[in-house]
């Protein structure tokens, strides 16, 4: 079976952390799928969002992770999209709770905010941590879209 391909995109602010977590994607054993931005060029942070919703409505990944400076304007962007449920995450407990809890399929992170040890963190508990699905929570996700 292949590898589970993961979409990434970022901002001017997140580009370096869009770099190393796409090796860190690959030591984890994912593959990629870059939507850029591909520089240190101030870019608008909604158009990396919509890049990345595409993708998974076109089932080009299952899920994804998004970068800015703060993690918090990206994710607003990408929310808007029905079939996204992005968090931004802080920490291993908040990037584990998103996906236990509300089955969140886009990790956003602020580059601004996180080291790279701790971004590290939040990408391999996200994507390590299932949804634990169970009443409450299917009936409370499925409010969300």
Do not use: W
Request: charged share 25%; net charge neutral; hydrophobic share 40%.
């Amino acid at each position: 079976m292949p590898p589970e391909t993961i979409a990434i995109a970022a901002d001017h602010a997140g580009f370096e952390l869009k770099e190393l977590l796409k090796a860190e994607l690959v030591r984890l054993g994912f593959q990629s799928l870059d939507l850029g931005t591909n520089g240190p060029e101030s870019v608008d942070y909604p158009d990396f969002a919509d890049k990345l919703a595409a993708a998974l409505k076109e089932g080009r990944a299952a899920r994804g992770v998004l970068i800015c400076g703060t993690g918090i304007g990206i994710s607003i962007a990408a929310n808007r999209h029905r079939h996204v449920r992005a968090a931004v995450c802080h920490d291993g407990t908040s990037a584990r709770l998103a996906r236990q809890h509300n089955n969140a399929n886009v990790l956003a992170l602020g580059a601004r905010l996180l080291g790279p040890e701790v971004a590290k963190d939040c990408l391999e508990t996200f994507l390590a941590t299932a949804f634990e699905g169970g009443e409450r929570h299917t009936r409370r996700v499925g409010k969300l879209s």
